[in-house]
């Protein structure tokens, strides 16, 4: 199994919390398998944690949202038949409705992380496609990037 990147791995902790204890952070990428010493962890882990606060900041939010608390798909526009919009339903709703967490987008969503994770063949894969993604600069410059290298393949093979 390929070593992980001590920047990937800090970076999926920092995601849940992002001012979590370095030496909680440290403690958990080790966990993770890192084998870094410790000064080059808390050196990875400061690093990352100020990369992650620019990049909130850019985007003009002053933290990281919390992994629970992240929106992972548009609202649904509400219709006649909708139960928000029914009376007797907003009196019955369940804790998660009532935070405003739509349970059936995040598991829609989970799903189809699933099935990405198992067309790379693992975890590992599929975050090395995520990282290639965020190195590229976005979706639309990795699929700028996807559809030349489809087009010299198949040239190569024609």
């Given at each position: 199994?390929?070593?992980?990147?001590?920047?990937?791995?800090?970076?999926?902790?920092?995601?849940?919390?992002?001012?979590?204890?370095?030496?909680?952070?440290?403690?958990?990428?080790?966990?993770?398998?890192?084998?870094?010493?410790?000064?080059?962890?808390?050196?990875?882990?400061?690093?990352?944690?100020?990369?992650?606060?620019?990049?909130?900041?850019?985007?003009?939010t002053?933290?990281?949202a919390?992994?629970?608390?992240?929106?992972?798909?548009?609202?649904?526009?509400?219709?006649?038949?909708?139960?928000?919009?029914?009376?007797e339903?907003?009196?019955t709703e369940?804790?998660a409705?009532?935070?405003?967490?739509?349970?059936?987008?995040?598991?829609?969503?989970?799903?189809?992380?699933?099935?990405v994770?198992?067309?790379?063949?693992?975890?590992?894969?599929?975050r090395?496609?995520?990282e290639?993604l965020?190195?590229?600069?976005?979706?639309?410059?990795?699929?700028?990037?996807?559809?030349?290298i489809?087009?010299?393949?198949?040239?190569?093979?024609?």
């Amino acid at each position: 199994m390929p070593a992980q990147a001590p920047f990937s791995v800090v970076r999926e902790i920092l995601a849940e919390d992002i001012s979590m204890d370095v030496h909680e952070v440290m403690a958990r990428a080790k966990k993770h398998g890192l084998d870094k010493s410790d000064s080059e962890l808390r050196r990875v882990v400061h690093k990352t944690r100020s990369w992650m606060k620019a990049k909130a900041k850019e985007k003009g939010t002053t933290a990281v949202a919390p992994v629970a608390a992240r929106h992972t798909a548009s609202p649904k526009p509400e219709t006649k038949s909708s139960p928000a919009s029914r009376p007797e339903a907003l009196a019955t709703e369940s804790p998660a409705t009532a935070a405003g967490i739509d349970l059936a987008s995040v598991f829609a969503n989970v799903t189809r992380v699933n099935k990405v994770v198992s067309a790379c063949g693992g975890i590992e894969k599929a975050r090395e496609v995520v990282e290639a993604l965020q190195a590229c600069g976005g979706i639309s410059a990795f699929l700028q990037h996807l559809e030349l290298i489809a087009g010299i393949q198949s040239a190569d093979k024609g």
